[in-house]
């Protein structure tokens, strides 16, 4: 009874196993249709976001020396992350644009590559607007324009003179804790074109120096006074590791226009990578909120002189 009790229990795990075995390798077996199911679409999805990655493919663009505009900064190009796009897109097995995710491939020729030479604007293909903000004298009109900046989560360059840093210490430790970029005006307004070579050195180092003694930063963007500049003035401030901003835009406010015309006139001019001038007075005060609000309805966005110049997308 005993030998009858145990072949009849191996006669049973022998069918059960065996039954198993039949069912994993039946083709109308749930799991396995599940699983191949799953598989397909999977590679189905990841080809076509290969497919599709070359839609999306940008060529990266060189900075270079423009004939008008000078040197001109590059601009990232973009490739598309198959992988993070996969994933991201796994879960509904269903190509969606939104979901790709991109990264930016840098150019071979950055603007520390080229010689010296101005700058005026950004890539042109950059939605992107920098204001500068030349200061030598006031200090009236700063705080409501610092005011306005905060209110509309706007970073602004600000060129200062070295003589009115030294004046207004507590000004320029303001423009800084609220995030805002320094540049160097030089020390007291000269005509760059008009002095000596040694002059031209004392007028930007010792800026720095007091902008640096200030903050504890050194300024790496020179805006030589009223524009005015020869090609020594250039190779000065590139000798001295610094590059030199012109604009594009001027609201002309030292004119004191009215409101509307300045905002008119800026607005009139705004273009892609645009570099617009302004001073602390009284009609920047006053329009500065609605000329902000003027650029982000033609969307672009607003950054500073660096962020402008940038290679980032």
Same mark, same amino acid.
């Given at each position: 009874?005993?030998?009858?009790?145990?072949?009849t229990?191996?006669?049973?795990?022998?069918?059960?196993?065996?039954?198993?075995?039949?069912?994993?390798?039946n083709?109308?077996?749930?799991?396995?249709?599940?699983?191949?199911?799953?598989?397909?679409?999977?590679?189905? *999805?990841?080809?076509?976001?290969?497919?599709?990655?070359?839609?999306?493919?940008?060529?990266p663009?060189?900075?270079?020396?423009?004939?008008?505009?000078?040197?001109?900064?590059g601009?990232?190009?973009?490739?598309?992350?198959?992988?993070?796009?996969?994933?991201?897109m796994?879960?509904?097995?269903?190509?969606?644009?939104? *979901?790709?995710?991109?990264?930016?491939?840098?150019?071979?020729?950055s603007?520390?590559?080229l010689p010296?030479?101005?700058?005026?604007?950004g890539?042109? =293909?950059?939605?992107?607007?920098?204001l500068?903000?030349?200061?030598? $004298?006031?200090?009236?009109?700063?705080?409501?324009?610092?005011?306005?900046?905060?209110?509309?989560?706007?970073?602004?360059?600000f060129?200062?003179?070295?003589? $009115?840093?030294?004046e207004?210490?507590?000004?320029v430790k303001?423009?800084?804790?609220?995030?805002?970029?320094?540049?160097?005006?030089?020390?007291?307004?000269?005509?760059?074109?008009?002095?000596?070579?040694?002059?031209?050195?004392?007028q930007?180092?010792?800026?720095n120096?007091?902008?640096?003694a200030?903050?504890?930063?050194?300024?790496? $963007?020179?805006?030589?006074?009223?524009?005015?500049f020869?090609?020594?003035?250039?190779?000065?401030?590139? =000798?001295?590791?610094?590059?030199?901003?012109?604009?594009t835009?001027?609201?002309?406010? $030292?004119?004191?226009?009215?409101?509307?015309v300045?905002?008119?006139?800026v607005?009139?001019n705004?273009?892609?990578?645009?570099?617009?001038?302004?001073?602390?007075? =009284?009609?920047?005060?006053?329009?500065?909120?609605?000329?902000?609000?003027?650029?982000?309805?033609?969307?672009?966005s607003?950054?500073?002189?660096e962020?402008?110049?940038?290679?980032?997308?």
């Open positions: 009874m005993k030998i009858n009790n145990v072949m229990y191996v006669l049973f795990v022998l069918v059960v196993i065996i039954t198993c075995i039949t069912a994993m390798k083709p109308f077996f749930y799991t396995n249709i599940s699983s191949t199911d799953v598989s397909a679409k999977n590679n189905e *999805l990841l080809m076509e976001i290969k497919e599709k990655a070359k839609e999306y493919h940008v060529q663009m060189d900075a270079y020396i423009d004939r008008v505009y000078k040197k001109t900064p601009r990232n190009g973009r490739k598309v992350n198959i992988e993070k796009s996969y994933q991201n796994k879960k509904s097995q269903k190509f969606t644009e939104s *979901l790709l995710v991109f990264d930016e491939i840098s150019p071979s020729v603007l520390k590559d010296a030479s101005p700058i005026y604007r890539h042109p =293909e950059k939605e992107m607007v920098a500068l903000i030349n200061v030598s $004298w006031g200090t009236e009109y700063i705080p409501r324009i610092l005011e306005v900046l905060k209110e509309q989560n706007v970073k602004a360059t060129f200062i003179e070295g003589k $009115w840093a030294k207004n210490k507590n000004i303001m423009i800084h804790e609220q995030n805002h970029l320094i540049g160097n005006h030089a020390y007291n307004h000269p005509d760059m074109a008009r002095i000596s070579v040694t002059e031209m050195n004392e930007i180092e010792n800026t120096e007091i902008i640096e200030i903050i504890d930063y050194r300024p790496k $963007w020179f805006a030589p006074p009223s524009g005015s020869n090609d020594q003035v250039v190779k000065t401030a590139h =000798e001295l590791e610094m590059e030199t901003i012109l604009w835009v001027d609201t002309i406010d $030292w004119k004191n226009p009215s409101v509307s300045m905002i008119n006139r607005m009139k705004i273009h892609p990578g645009a570099t617009v001038l302004m001073h602390p007075t =009284e009609p920047v005060a006053q329009g500065l909120d609605l000329l902000i609000d003027e650029i982000k309805q033609k969307e672009y607003l950054g500073t002189i962020e402008l110049l940038s290679e980032k997308r």
